[in-house]
């Protein structure tokens, strides 16, 4: 009788050792194949564009010389000027320790530049341009991004921060 208890225990300390070590398994098949408990996909808000020239390669008036440790965040500005280069100024603000990573380029508009804002006016009109767009460059002046005019200053902002997290000094 009591070795029948023993045997019992003893296959029941086996058959809990395989649960422990399989539970994981089957929880992330389950989290897998139901999407219970992942988290969504991250997705740039903004398009990648590969038809863009480099910044140095833009038909400017003024040479946006860009260094190699700055990102430029360059906008068109010909309608709701105002407007723009204000959420722009704030989602710069926005970045806190991370600003002085990013430069904002204006190009177009008749007002004053705001604090750390360079502007440059359109020579003529290029093909690829569309109005009110922002644009996301590395720091090599290559175009990462593209953000059509109804893309929300949030939204650039959070593909901003996930582009200068994921890309370090």
């Given at each position: 009788?009591?070795?029948?208890k023993?045997i019992?225990r003893q296959?029941?300390?086996?058959?809990?050792i395989?649960?422990?070590?399989?539970?994981?398994?089957?929880?992330?098949?389950?989290?897998?194949?139901?999407r219970?408990?992942?988290?969504?996909?991250?997705?740039?808000?903004?398009?990648?564009?590969?038809a863009l020239?480099?910044?140095?390669?833009?038909?400017?008036?003024?040479?946006?010389?860009?260094?190699e440790?700055?990102?430029?965040?360059?906008?068109?500005?010909?309608?709701?000027?105002?407007?723009?280069?204000?959420?722009?100024w704030?989602?710069?603000?926005?970045?806190?320790r991370?600003?002085?990573?990013?430069?904002?380029?204006?190009?177009?508009?008749?007002?004053?530049?705001?604090p750390?804002?360079?502007?440059?006016?359109?020579?003529?009109?290029?093909?690829?341009?569309?109005?009110?767009?922002?644009?996301?460059?590395?720091?090599?002046?290559?175009?990462?991004?593209?953000?059509?005019?109804?893309?929300?200053?949030?939204?650039?902002?959070?593909?901003?921060?996930?582009?200068?997290?994921?890309?370090?000094?």
């Open positions: 009788m009591q070795d029948a023993h019992r296959r029941l300390k086996l058959i809990l395989f649960v422990i070590f399989a539970a994981p398994m089957v929880a992330a098949w389950g989290m897998v194949e139901l219970i408990g992942v988290p969504d996909r991250h997705t740039a808000h903004g398009d990648v564009d590969l020239p480099m910044l140095s390669e833009w038909p400017l008036t003024a040479s946006a010389v860009n260094s440790e700055e990102w430029v965040l360059a906008f068109d500005c010909t309608q709701q000027c105002d407007q723009r280069m204000d959420e722009l704030r989602l710069h603000r926005a970045l806190g991370e600003a002085p990573r990013l430069k904002r380029l204006r190009i177009g508009g008749e007002q004053q530049p705001l750390g804002e360079m502007t440059s006016e359109w020579q003529q009109f290029p093909s690829w341009r569309e109005e009110n767009a922002v644009w996301l460059l590395d720091p090599m002046g290559r175009p990462a991004l593209a953000f059509n005019a109804n893309v929300a200053a949030k939204d650039v902002l959070d593909d901003i921060r996930h582009l200068l997290k994921v890309n370090p000094q």
